[in-house]
């Protein structure tokens, strides 16, 4: 009887955890299908907060960043920088933005590397690092800090299951 109860309370664990894994597909101008995760709050203080979600387009995969407010409109390559938990850094490539006025928000897509998704998919991001013209910003992911990692594997468990 213990282990009947073990079983289904790892069983109702294990629901919880991956319930909240949801991927929907998204049809772009161009044709381009996407599959991504929900965006999910992944920083936030009083003056800014930041949303993430992964992308996949059939070949790569994609992060998207969201900053809301941005003061900033500029971005360009090289601008942002993960830093992880298990020490090492990377820069991401830079693949599209938008900008989402009424919220004086911006969206940035970035091209996750081979290299890059295998580090992401084995360590938590600690800090987002991005280069402004005030100079550098650095965001301390406290509470968040394995949402990239959760994101990604919520995406290959999808993947893998067609």
Known sequence: MIR???VICCLIRFTATYSQCKIKSEVQQNGLV???TEKELLYTTKSYTLYSAVFHDGQRYYLKIIISPMKSKKVTKEQFTLELKNGKKHKLDFYDVYEVK???AIDVLFKIKTEVLDDLTKSDVSA???DIDSGMKRYKL???HALIRRQLDCMLQELARK
Do not use: C, E, Q, R
């Open 34 to 36: 996407f599959k991504h």
């Open 4 to 6: 009947f109860a073990l």
């Open 102 to 104: 009424k919220d004086s």
């Open 128 to 130: 987002i690092a991005i």
């Open 142 to 144: 406290v509470n968040h």
